[in-house]
């Protein structure tokens, strides 16, 4: 059964700052990982997915990577903003199950 | 384009109530899911449909239940309501030919009192 942690729960950071939130997820089997944003009381804004083939992928300040053989991928933020506190998902999509397995998310603050 | 858009936004039920959430799919897309986020949590999988046919189901009682119409656009039914039903309840759609990349409409609230 796959299950998929993120670490830390929470983050407060002062702005310009460089960030790591990690997930990690114990069946390797995937088809694809994805990295969601989510505003409180909000829907999820797709962020970065990354196939099982590939080893990371970058958008703009963001940059996520992907360790299938340790059950581990890593979205880093580059000089964070205010505007980037929010809580952020991982989800994972397990071969042959047909739906995403997320995390319980880390929420992110950053202090103007 | 029109992405996922969902409706209502919010509902107040009462307990033992029956609600219907609807949910109309990306352009393009023709695979419907559905997840349940109780506060502070990740979202959970309720179950995924295509083709009309629901093709995967999560750990979730039968008295939810749902449907997806010739168009692609899709119900989801829960009877019964309890207290713990009350949960922000999104909809995502994907194109099961692509990357199953999943794109998630903002959410129905529902607060069961």
């Known amino acids: 059964k796959q299950e998929v942690t993120q670490i830390p729960a929470a983050l407060s950071v002062p702005e310009g700052e460089n960030l790591v939130l990690n997930c990690s997820f114990t069946d390797s089997a995937i088809y694809n990982l994805q990295w969601f944003r989510q505003d409180p009381g909000k829907g999820l804004t797709s962020l970065l997915l990354i196939q099982s083939s590939q080893r990371e992928q970058t958008s703009g300040r963001l940059n996520a990577s992907l360790d299938k053989s340790s059950g581990r991928s890593t979205l880093y933020i580059a000089a964070s903003q205010p505007g980037d506190s929010a809580t952020y998902l991982c989800?994972?999509?397990?071969?042959?199950?047909?739906?995403?397995?997320f995390g319980t998310g880390t929420r992110l603050k950053v202090l103007a | 384009d029109a992405g996922v858009t969902q409706s209502p936004t919010h509902l107040i039920k009462t307990r033992g109530q029956q609600v219907t959430l609807r949910c109309s799919p990306k352009s393009g897309h023709d695979t419907v899911s559905w997840y349940q986020q109780a506060l502070g949590q990740g979202p959970q999988f309720i179950f995924q449909y295509y083709e009309e046919e629901e093709r995967q189901r999560g750990n979730f009682p039968d008295r939810f239940s749902g449907h997806q119409f010739p168009n692609y656009s899709s119900e989801l039914n829960v009877n019964a309501l309890l207290l713990g039903d009350s949960a922000l309840y999104l909809c995502?759609?994907?194109?099961?030919?692509?990357?199953?990349?999943?794109?998630f409409g903002p959410g129905t609230r529902l607060t069961v009192t």
């Open positions: 989800a994972v999509y397990t071969s042959g199950t047909y739906k995403y397995i």
């Open positions: 995502a759609s994907s194109f099961l030919q692509g990357s199953y990349e999943q794109y």
